[in-house]
């Protein structure tokens, strides 16, 4: 049974692994199947102001609604279509999607959507975004990037090159997940964010650890000095989100204010919000 496949003598030895290449190997034939078909729908998360309680922005995040399998989270095939190339027509596709939605919202929304470090890495990058916005009409300044660490780590010079182009086409640029890496202050330093994202672990004790909301002050303290917006994530709570607001955040996301909803829940959410 081992050499039947004729490919390498070690799957006798590891079944194991044997399973694990096998299943990768179907998921990523299911991934390229689902890509060609667009069997992907965004839902959006709103972002609240943290002063006036009004939604301002709203991000894209995308889940596979699969045949069998159900609604499938971004950390089940992200990663995969990352390793595998997909993350290419993936992105894409959530892009021009994500554009073409806002478009149609109230013209006060933004929207967010979030880069993988592949997509970063990928020169023509600058001119995909810019042909999304044009094909759909949405203005540049309705459009912010979240892009991790992992997109800075690479190479450093076509980075910044990049996100100048970005920037210079009138797209905004926020750093995801801030606090989680190696280095997030020197590449607040030497890159030019807009707006900064608490990584949501530094909220998930506050207000009671006063380590946590010591580090959050700390955070949006020097945001503002540098005069980027804060953004905080993953307030869960009333308590989290009156400390946070204090803290004088700009703004707010969290399933405290929302789950990320299906487009249509969404707006009904933003009407029902603007209505009370
Ligand atoms: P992220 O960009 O940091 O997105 C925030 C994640 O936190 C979302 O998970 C959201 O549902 C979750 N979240 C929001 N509020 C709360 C809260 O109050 N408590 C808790 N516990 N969680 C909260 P989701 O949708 O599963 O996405 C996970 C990650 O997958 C995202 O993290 C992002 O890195 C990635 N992702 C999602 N959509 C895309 C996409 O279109 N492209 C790429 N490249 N990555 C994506
Ligand atoms: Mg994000
Ligand atoms: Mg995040
Ligand atoms: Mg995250």
Redesign the pocket.
Known sequence: KAKADGKGTFRRFDPMLDARVQARRSLEADLRRAITVQEFE??Y?PLVDARTGRITAA?????WRHPERGLV???DF?PLA?ETGL?GP??QW?LRTACTQAARWPSHIRVA????PA?FRDLRLAETVKAALTASGLAADRLEL?I?EGVLLADEERTLATLTRLRAAGVSISM??FGTGYSSLSYLRRFPFDKI?V??SF?RQLPGDPESAAIVRAIITMGACLGMTITV????TAEQFAFTAASGCDQV????VS??LPEAEFLSFVDAREAA
Do not use: F
Not at 113 to 116: A, E
Not at 253 to 256: A, C, P
């Open positions: 965004l839902h998360q991000e894209a995040l995308v889940r989270p971004p950390a992200i990352e993350i993936l992105g959530v959507v979030n880069l993988s997509q979240e991790t995801d997940d994202k990584d949501r909220v994530e993953g307030v869960e996301q969290g399933y405290h789950r990320p």
